[in-house]
Structures are given as C-alpha cells and as structure tokens.
C-alpha cells in the first residue's frame, strides 16, 4: 500500500529498543530486566501462557501502562514519559472496540477527523486502507451487521489509517472460530508483506506465532526464556519449558538416569534405554536428566531392542487423520508417539518405539537449562 508504506516510516525511524524494562504494581514486580530490539520492519510475536506478562509488555510498548524501570526508544527517540498519541503506534486489541452507531467508514476515520485531517485526504485514505483489507463493499455497514473476521478487519484498518510507525496486536484473533482465526492470520500475514510496518503481535496460541513470527519472543513469569526464529525455538529450545511449550503434539519430558558407557552415555528409566553421543552433551558427573523427544521423532522398533528403546500397552490412541497420536505405558510414565494411521496399532497392544538419537534433547533436572554442548550441530 503506497501511502502508508511510504509515509509511515524513513529507514530505522519504526525500530523499537527495550532495555532492562521493568514493570511492578506496588511492592509485586510482574516484568523482570526485559531486554528486546526490534528491528526496523520486523514482525516479533510476544508468546506465554497467561500470566507471562506478554500483554503487559505491550501496553507499556503502547503507553497504555507506566514503566517502572528501564529505557524504551521507538525510532531512535526515548518515549518512556510520552503519551500513545505521540508514539507512532497504532493498537489492535482482542475486543474490537467498534462504535455499533457508526458505519464502517466512520469507525475507520474515527481518529483521522478528531485530529482535522482534511476530508480529501481522509477520503483518500479510506478507499487505500478498504482496497487493501477487502472493506470497499461493507463502508455503509454498521459493525453489528459484519462478522467477527469483517470487524477484526475494520478495527486493523482504523489503525492501519493513522500510517503507523508500528503495529501493535494484543492477541486479535482470539475471539474468532478455528477457520476465522486461520484466515485472519494469513491476512496478517500478508499485510505485513505489503506493509513491511514494524510490529509486534501477542498471543498464547503457538501455531500463530510460529506461522507469523520473524522472531518469537517467548516469555515466563514476566522474563524471556528464550529468542529465536521459530525454526530455533522449536529445534534448539534452550530450556525444557521452551521444549515443552512449542511443539503440537507437546515434546515428551521423562527423567531418566545416566550411566557413562565409554563411547556414549545410557539413559534409563520410564522402561526405556536411550543411547546419546558423548560429544553431543554435558553429561560428565551428572546423575539424573530430563530427557526430551518429540512424539514424531519415536519410531516403531524394528531391531528387538538392541538399540534401547520404550515399550508398554497403548492407553490411547488419537486419530487426527493421516496420522494417529499414540499414548503407552501407564499413568506415571506415559509417552506419545505420533505415526502414519494405516500403521496404527489397537489399544491395549504392547508397543515398543525407538527414539532418534540425533532428535534427543537433555535438560538440567533442576534448572530445565538445555545441556547440548555450545556450538553442536543439531543433527
């Protein structure tokens, strides 16, 4: 889109700098030392469960909530004591906020006319914003005669006319069925495309965030557990939280003990024996592990045993179509499998699956730090 694309930021004017914010109500610190650069054009996606202090990082980010602590700088200018009008921000929140009174194309130049932009240039703006989201035949709509999706849609479009130097989304798509929240994700995604406006975008749901992200950001108890790309996040997560946060079907965590076998370390426990390359972890001295693998990363064992392994009775078997998510063993060391289901087995039968050793990841029992050496190739 040509105007907001070009007149909503200069090079490096959109880049946003946190460093060591901190937020507390009264003598309760919710936000820990967080640090983040966002750079210039960048889609980052704030990711948690709820309580993380995701949302709350974002309308500090908006000037929706004081900063306790730190330095934010939004294009270069320090905006810690300025007011959201005079950020360069424009918000989406989960709850639409549409006047139900007004039309379409009044809820989107709401702003523009409180701040006298001339009715040409309003005009204007209006037919390259409803161009671009798909809105030109709904502008003589009223909000309640739209669905979700058409008003999320219109509320995109009233920040998206301000030309923003950044785009802020707290959790936009959560209010929406499965097949609106898919479709308007890829909208996003798109506009992003076309925009290229900085943004950042909250939300507990993992597939948007590993869908949309440049980089996600995922947050616990109000610090940064870890930074990446998705492609990193999900194959070198650096804690077992992060590995069992990211991931559908959810990573197998098992605690299992170590015995040094020369060539290579044996895991055992949960009924099961994992052999992993020396080299690969830092396992010296080390008793106890958490050993994580993904459920599609168990194969059906074809050798017997010899190359370890976990066997029990399957407990449940989940059908979600050209696969099948099986659950063995019994209630305290249950481990999925994820497999094609014309390969299903039937419930009760013992099963034995291999892990991938080149799939493994190990953690610290105690911190959940991951224990992959620095600098090891994941495979």
């Known amino acids: 889109m040509s105007r907001a694309a070009s007149s909503s930021h200069d090079k490096k004017m959109s880049a946003i700098s946190c460093h060591n914010i901190?937020?507390?109500y009264g003598d309760t610190q919710v936000v820990h030392a967080f640090d983040l650069d966002v750079a210039d054009n960048e889609f980052v996606v704030f990711l948690g469960p709820s309580g993380c202090g995701k949302s709350t990082i974002l309308r500090m980010l908006a000037g929706l909530e004081d900063i306790s602590g730190g330095d934010l700088h939004i294009g270069g200018r320090r905006v810690n004591d300025l007011p959201p009008q005079e950020r360069g921000i424009a918000m989406v929140f989960q709850n639409?906020?549409?006047y139900p009174h007004m039309t379409v194309r009044d809820n989107i130049a709401f702003g523009l006319k409180r701040l006298k932009v001339p009715k040409a240039e309003i005009d204007s703006r209006i037919k390259e914003v409803s161009d671009t989201l798909g809105l030109e035949r709904y502008l003589?709509?009223?909000p309640t005669e739209l669905s979700g999706?058409?008003?999320?849609?219109?509320a995109i479009a009233r920040a998206m006319i301000k030309t923003p130097k950044v785009f802020l989304f707290d959790e936009p798509l959560s209010n929406l069925d499965a097949k609106l929240r898919n479709h308007m994700r890829i909208e996003i995604a798109k506009l992003h495309q076309t925009l290229k406006t900085t943004t950042v975008y909250v939300t507990h749901d993992q597939h948007e965030a590993m869908t949309l992200a440049d980089r996600i950001v995922l947050l616990r108890d109000g610090r940064i557990e870890q930074v990446g790309s998705p492609k990193e996040i999900f194959e070198r997560p650096r804690s077992a939280f992060v590995a069992?946060?990211?991931g559908t079907p959810p990573m197998n965590l098992v605690e299992m003990s170590v015995k040094d076998a020369g060539s290579h370390f044996e895991l055992s426990g949960r009924g099961g024996v994992v052999h992993v390359n020396a080299r690969r972890f830092a396992l010296e001295g080390?008793?106890?592990v958490t050993l994580g693998i993904r459920p599609a990363h168990l194969q059906v064992d074809v050798n017997g045993g010899r190359d370890g392994g976990f066997s029990?009775?399957?407990q449940l078997i989940e059908y979600l179509g050209n696969e099948v998510l099986v659950s063995f063993g019994g209630d305290d060391n249950e481990i999925s499998a994820l497999m094609p289901s014309a390969q299903s087995p039937r419930l009760h039968e013992r099963v034995r699956f291999v892990a991938d050793p080149q799939q493994v990841h190990l953690f610290d029992v105690e911190t959940g730090a991951s224990?992959?050496?620095?600098g090891t190739p994941l495979h």
Do not use: C, T
């Open 286 to 288: 080390r008793e106890r």
């Open 371 to 374: 224990l992959l050496r620095d």
């Open 140 to 142: 003589q709509r009223r």
């Open 96 to 98: 639409y906020a549409l």
């Open 312 to 314: 029990g009775e399957v």
């Open 22 to 24: 901190i937020k507390r």
């Open 244 to 246: 069992g946060f990211i």
């Open 149 to 154: 999706g058409q008003q999320q849609r219109v």
